[in-house]
């Protein structure tokens, strides 16, 4: 948490930056490895915990894992952490910056579903930069069933709508 919230910056979460992806993959992949085989389960018992392994799980993986399959094979972990921590209000506990990174597993989900629940958690929360955010991968979900741009890494088949839609400004995060 300290890593995340106090030694970086949000223009470092959000943008790609080679040397942050591999600073964290130098403090934290091992970290992640242990997260990912469900070995932190003790970090579960509060709201700070919880947000720690759902960073671990959906924004370390990315930055560790960049342009690998595997930086999404966590995701469905990182989610029902998340929806279980809603379902207990340990999101409640939360400031609104760290309640942010609690919903973002919705945010990064392939379901149409859980992209309604994204934009309902972003809408409540307030912050007008984070839902507009998550309505832009809600509509994206809603309009092909997943997240084009993951397409080639995830060894899948783009259509042909998918394919000009890649071209457009935007059209990945």
């Given at each position: 948490m300290r890593f995340w919230?106090?030694?970086s910056t949000p223009a470092q979460w959000f943008q790609k930056d080679d040397a942050f992806d591999a600073a964290?993959?130098?403090?934290?992949?091992a970290l992640l490895r242990r997260a990912a085989q469900g070995e932190l389960a003790h970090w579960r018992t509060g709201a700070d915990g919880r947000l720690a392994e759902v960073i671990v799980l959906d924004q370390f993986s990315r930055n560790v894992l960049r342009g690998e399959r595997a930086a999404f094979a966590q995701d469905g972990m990182a989610l029902v952490l998340a929806q279980e921590a809603i379902a207990q209000g340990l999101d409640a506990a939360l400031p609104p910056e760290r309640r942010a990174f609690l919903y973002m597993p919705f945010m990064h989900s392939e379901s149409a579903q859980v992209q309604a629940e994204s934009v309902r958690l972003f809408t409540a929360l307030g912050n007008a930069n984070n839902l507009d955010f998550a309505q832009r991968h809600q509509v994206i979900?809603?309009?092909f069933g997943r997240f084009p741009h993951r397409n080639?890494?995830?060894?899948?088949?783009s259509t042909a709508e998918e394919?000009?839609?890649l071209q457009e400004p935007g059209s990945s995060f």
């Open positions: 919230f106090d030694e964290i993959r130098g403090r934290f992949g979900v809603e309009r080639a890494v995830l060894g899948r088949s394919i000009a839609f």
